[in-house]
């Protein structure tokens, strides 16, 4: 096998990981989001103040998520076009 199959195979392999383990935290992510939203409406304790905190750093932190998969996304797109494979 030519050194850059193998290195072809290797970062592909390495992009297709990301994306499952990325896809699953997503997936978690969010189902930790419908319970914790589903206890929040139940608690009449909370007042509404709190509750837009929340959805603030709840927001803040899926544009993060995002843009951090963005950033690793275009990494991978140069490192394969400096490959020229």
């Avoid at 935290?25 to 409406?41: C, G, H, P, R, S």
């Amino acid at each position: 096998m030519k050194q850059t199959q193998f290195l072809k195979q290797a970062i592909e392999f390495n992009q297709t990981a990301f994306d499952n383990a990325y896809n699953a935290t997503v997936m978690v992510q969010d189902q930790f989001e419908k319970a914790a939203n589903t206890m929040l409406e139940q608690a009449g304790w909370m007042p509404t103040e709190g509750r837009k905190a929340i959805d603030n750093c709840v927001d803040a932190y899926k544009a993060g998520r995002d843009h951090f998969k963005k950033y690793v996304d275009e990494s991978y797109e140069k490192m394969a076009e400096l490959m020229v494979f």
